[in-house]
């Protein structure tokens, strides 16, 4: 395999100014592969834009080394580095029109003239775009610019992309559209991006694959699939998606399978990690509101007689309709209460459920899993 | 009917004030100068008929060499500020410290508490054929015998950029603490070293500031008169002594009206270059 990007045990102390040793990037590691769509997502604050700019050679880690394409970065300048920055306010010349930014690193690289031209052009048709070359950015709109700020870093062919939150300034509705669209345009060109944002949606819809971050440090690298059916802990099952977080005590495990005590008389089975740090004790299992269904007591359930089903009783808390779904909050065995989202569709029966009365929520084997905290 | 956003006729009225001032303390004695600078030269130096040239003829005659002098002088000024003050600015302006910052503005801007007559006085005796700096150099015996410092034109150039340096650096500063590093970033992040990321980004987009020094160095210095005179000797005589002298006891008010004519095309050129690079370009951004 063959990796365009590694950070091995990558630290970032900031030392100047009031705030002495802020640890920005907290010992991270990463692999990333070629022609990969890498989303670096967290929290404002937790390190992503500080990641990035090392990787672009604006910042020197403090300890660990970074490689690109297995070269030491550590003596290389930016401009000696094969990667190219969309900014996060994209950062394009205000002096110079659209057509003089695009052309602006390619001069650099010594091309000029008609040549550099074409490219220029090319790459702005590549964002569809190419009617605003003589243009200045301030007299674009936001998502113009962005694309120029796209085009202005393509047009460079670099081995890998760098993408600060490039739509954080667009509206909802163009932020749909850019995803799309960049995410066609990796495709296209072929090149590896490593892409930072806040927004777990974007991270999901986008990548290939997801690293979070949390306080300078990567908690979790994996498919979105991977990250949303496998939170390997409750920040990351919190920050991507909703998740209900059920505690209880794990009291045995076989094959895979742990059985967890709720309540005195409620054990369920969940889904054990290979290699789960704990064969006893304290636990929490988090599932996806959306994996759970939810019947009135006493109706004869069509799952009954399945296995790998669990069914619980509980009582209604709450329902609250919200176009899409109706989201209910149900108290189960062991003082737990767990959001149940079921979607608002016509062509099965739907139920009338009133508050306080008894439930049944049952969840499969296969929605579970389990934290160690 | 909202005088904050009218664009009719009574927005026109807020100005009223300032047209009147500038009709009757600028526009005036301006267009009388230029009057006065094509009549002859009466009794006790006042003007009267007929129409001549004669003053431009001498202006561009033999008071060329002081209108070239002045404009050298000027030049030479306004660039041995900037080379000064475009490096100090940038230092001053990207300290991190903002104590440290505004320390150096306020060095920077200390000689404007005395008056500029007495520090102008204080060249004389630096300079001086027994002032500070030969008496320096003699007794380290550099020099066998005094240097003649005072009364050249390097003296009216010393005084000059003493004088208005202050000028150059606090709108260079003012550019440099408005321009935003992420450009530098981008600019190396295409590809750009040190030396072309100046020359292409940062600098261009402190251009506004360094016209700005320049004017305001420049347009002072080619009037200057009080300088040139403490300092300047004949040699460093500069359009403004020369002017100043016509208006005095048996001057020439015509001649000394055209020489003021011509100096302020020249001032007028270099706002033209001012107006055309600085504040195009700030529009355009
Ligand atoms: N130049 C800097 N000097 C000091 N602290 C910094 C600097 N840049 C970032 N930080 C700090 O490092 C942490 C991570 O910042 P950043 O990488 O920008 O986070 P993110 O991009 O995930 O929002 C924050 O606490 C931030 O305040
Ligand atoms: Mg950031």
Same mark, same amino acid.
């Given at each position: 395999?063959?990796?365009?990007?590694?950070?091995?045990?990558?630290?970032?102390?900031?030392?100047?100014?009031?705030?002495?040793?802020?640890?920005?990037?907290?010992?991270?590691?990463?692999?990333?592969?070629?022609?990969?769509?890498?989303?670096?997502?967290?929290?404002?604050?937790?390190?992503?834009?500080?990641?990035?700019?090392?990787?672009?050679?604006?910042?020197?880690?403090?300890?660990?080394?970074?490689?690109?394409?297995?070269?030491?970065?550590?003596?290389?300048?930016?401009?000696?580095?094969?990667?190219?920055?969309?900014?996060?306010?994209?950062?394009?010349?205000?002096?110079?029109?659209?057509?003089?930014?695009?052309?602006?690193?390619?001069?650099?690289?010594?091309?000029?003239?008609?040549?550099?031209?074409?490219?220029?052009?090319?790459?702005?048709?590549?964002?569809?775009?190419?009617?605003?070359?003589?243009?200045?950015?301030?007299?674009?709109?936001?998502?113009?610019?962005?694309?120029?700020?796209?085009?202005?870093?393509?047009?460079?062919?670099?081995?890998?992309?760098?993408?600060?939150?490039?739509?954080?300034?667009?509206?909802?509705?163009?932020?749909?559209?850019?995803?799309? %669209?960049?995410?066609?345009?990796?495709?296209?060109?072929?090149?590896?991006?490593?892409?930072?944002?806040?927004?777990?949606?974007?991270?999901?819809?986008?990548?290939?694959?997801?690293?979070?971050?949390?306080?300078?440090?990567?908690?979790?690298?994996?498919?979105?699939?991977?990250?949303?059916?496998?939170?390997?802990?409750?920040?990351?099952?919190?920050?991507?998606?909703?998740?209900?977080?059920?505690?209880?005590?794990?009291?045995?495990?076989?094959?895979?399978?742990?059985?967890?005590?709720?309540?005195?008389?409620?054990?369920?089975?969940?889904?054990?990690?290979?290699?789960?740090?704990?064969?006893?004790?304290?636990?929490?299992?988090?599932?996806?509101?959306?994996?759970?269904?939810?019947?009135?007591?006493?109706?004869?359930?069509?799952?009954?007689?399945? %296995?790998?089903?669990?069914?619980?009783?509980?009582?209604?808390?709450?329902?609250?309709?919200?176009?899409?779904?109706?989201?209910?909050?149900?108290?189960?065995?062991?003082?737990?209460?767990?959001?149940?989202?079921?979607?608002?569709?016509?062509?099965?029966?739907?139920?009338?459920?009133?508050?306080?009365? %008894?439930?049944?929520?049952?969840?499969?084997?296969?929605?579970?899993?389990?934290?160690?905290? | *009917?909202?005088?904050?956003?009218?664009?009719?006729?009574?927005?026109?009225?807020?100005?009223? =004030?300032?047209?009147?001032?500038?009709?009757?303390?600028?526009?005036?004695?301006?267009?009388?100068?230029?009057?006065?600078?094509? *009549?002859?030269?009466?009794?006790?130096?006042?003007?009267?008929?007929?129409?001549?040239?004669?003053?431009?003829?001498?202006?561009?005659?033999?008071?060329?060499?002081?209108?070239?002098?002045?404009?050298?002088?000027?030049?030479?000024?306004?660039?041995?500020?900037?080379?000064?003050?475009?490096?100090?600015?940038?230092?001053?302006?990207?300290?991190?410290?903002?104590?440290?910052?505004?320390?150096?503005?306020?060095?920077?801007?200390?000689?404007?508490?005395?008056?500029?007559?007495?520090?102008?006085?204080?060249?004389?005796?630096?300079?001086?054929?027994?002032?500070?700096?030969?008496?320096?150099?003699?007794?380290?015996?550099?020099?066998?015998?005094?240097?003649?410092?005072?009364?050249?034109?390097?003296?009216?150039?010393?005084?000059?950029?003493?004088?208005?340096? =202050?000028?150059?650096?606090?709108?260079?500063?003012?550019?440099?603490?408005?321009?935003?590093?992420?450009?530098?970033?981008?600019?190396?992040?295409?590809?750009?070293?040190?030396?072309?990321?100046?020359?292409?980004?940062?600098?261009?987009?402190?251009?506004?500031?360094?016209?700005?020094?320049?004017?305001?160095?420049?347009?002072?210095?080619?009037?200057?008169?009080?300088? =040139?005179?403490?300092?300047?000797?004949?040699?460093?005589?500069?359009?403004?002594?020369?002017?100043?002298?016509?208006?005095?006891?048996?001057?020439?008010? =015509?001649?000394?009206?055209?020489?003021?004519?011509?100096? *302020?095309?020249?001032?007028?050129?270099?706002?033209?270059?001012?107006?055309?690079?600085?504040?195009?370009?700030?529009?355009?951004?």
């Amino acid at each position: 395999m063959a990796y365009d990007i590694r950070l091995k045990n990558v630290v970032k102390v900031f030392s100047s100014g009031k705030h002495k040793g802020v640890v920005a990037v907290d010992n991270v590691s990463l692999d990333i592969e070629d022609g990969e769509f890498f989303a670096l997502l967290g929290p404002s604050g937790c390190g992503k834009t500080t990641t990035l700019r090392m990787i672009a050679g604006f910042e020197q880690p403090t300890e660990g080394s970074i490689l690109i394409r297995d070269e030491p970065m550590e003596h290389v300048p930016p401009f000696h580095r094969p990667v190219n920055t969309v900014f996060q306010d994209y950062a394009l010349f205000p002096h110079m029109t659209v057509l003089q930014n695009i052309m602006f690193g390619l001069k650099m690289e010594g091309l000029s003239g008609d040549a550099a031209k074409q490219r220029a052009y090319e790459a702005l048709e590549l964002v569809r775009l190419p009617e605003v070359a003589n243009r200045r950015p301030s007299q674009m709109s936001g998502g113009q610019q962005q694309r120029v700020a796209l085009a202005r870093a393509l047009v460079k062919r670099p081995a890998v992309l760098l993408l600060d939150e490039p739509l954080g300034a667009l509206d909802l509705k163009l932020r749909k559209q850019m995803q799309y %669209e960049l995410k066609s345009m990796q495709q296209q060109v072929g090149i590896t991006f490593i892409y930072v944002t806040h927004d777990q949606e974007e991270a999901m819809t986008m990548a290939d694959r997801i690293a979070v971050m949390s306080e300078g440090r990567v908690l979790q690298v994996g498919s979105p699939r991977d990250i949303y059916e496998q939170p390997q802990s409750r920040f990351v099952a919190d920050f991507i998606g909703e998740t209900n977080f059920i505690s209880g005590t794990l009291e045995s495990h076989d094959n895979g399978v742990g059985h967890v005590r709720l309540a005195q008389d409620t054990v369920v089975d969940v889904q054990m990690p290979k290699n789960f740090s704990l064969s006893s004790g304290a636990v929490t299992i988090p599932i996806r509101p959306e994996r759970i269904g939810l019947l009135p007591n006493g109706n004869d359930s069509p799952f009954h007689n399945m %296995e790998d089903i669990t069914i619980l009783t509980g009582h209604l808390l709450d329902s609250q309709y919200i176009g899409t779904d109706t989201r209910y909050t149900v108290k189960i065995p062991g003082d737990n209460e767990i959001v149940v989202r079921i979607q608002n569709v016509d062509y099965l029966e739907t139920v009338d459920f009133e508050i306080g009365q %008894e439930v049944q929520v049952f969840w499969s084997l296969k929605s579970t899993h389990v934290l160690d905290h | *009917m909202n005088w904050f956003k009218s664009q009719d006729g009574r927005g026109f009225l807020l100005a009223l =004030p300032a047209i009147f001032w500038l009709g009757v303390f600028f526009i005036l004695p301006l267009f009388t100068i230029v009057v006065i600078s094509f *009549m002859s030269r009466g009794a006790g130096g006042v003007a009267e008929l007929p129409y001549t040239l004669a003053h431009y003829d001498r202006t561009f005659g033999v008071f060329s060499v002081i209108l070239i002098r002045s404009i050298r002088i000027a030049s030479i000024t306004t660039i041995v500020c900037l080379f000064i003050g475009y490096p100090l600015a940038f230092f001053i302006s990207t300290r991190k410290n903002r104590n440290f910052q505004n320390l150096c503005l306020f060095f920077i801007i200390l000689p404007f508490w005395t008056n500029f007559l007495v520090r102008t006085y204080a060249w004389r005796i630096l300079l001086g054929d027994a002032g500070t700096i030969n008496a320096i150099l003699l007794s380290w015996g550099w020099i066998e015998e005094p240097l003649r410092l005072l009364n050249t034109e390097f003296a009216v150039l010393v005084g000059l950029i003493y004088g208005f340096f =202050p000028f150059m650096v606090l709108p260079i500063y003012a550019s440099i603490e408005r321009f935003d590093f992420k450009f530098v970033d981008a600019a190396h992040d295409l590809g750009a070293n040190d030396w072309t990321t100046f020359w292409r980004v940062v600098f261009p987009m402190t251009l506004p500031g360094v016209l700005a020094g320049s004017a305001l160095v420049f347009i002072p210095s080619v009037g200057a008169f009080i300088t =040139p005179d403490l300092l300047g000797g004949t040699r460093g005589l500069m359009i403004g002594n020369l002017i100043s002298r016509q208006f005095g006891g048996s001057g020439n008010m =015509p001649l000394g009206s055209a020489l003021s004519v011509v100096m *302020m095309a020249v001032v007028l050129l270099t706002l033209l270059v001012y107006v055309r690079f600085g504040i195009n370009r700030e529009g355009d951004d």
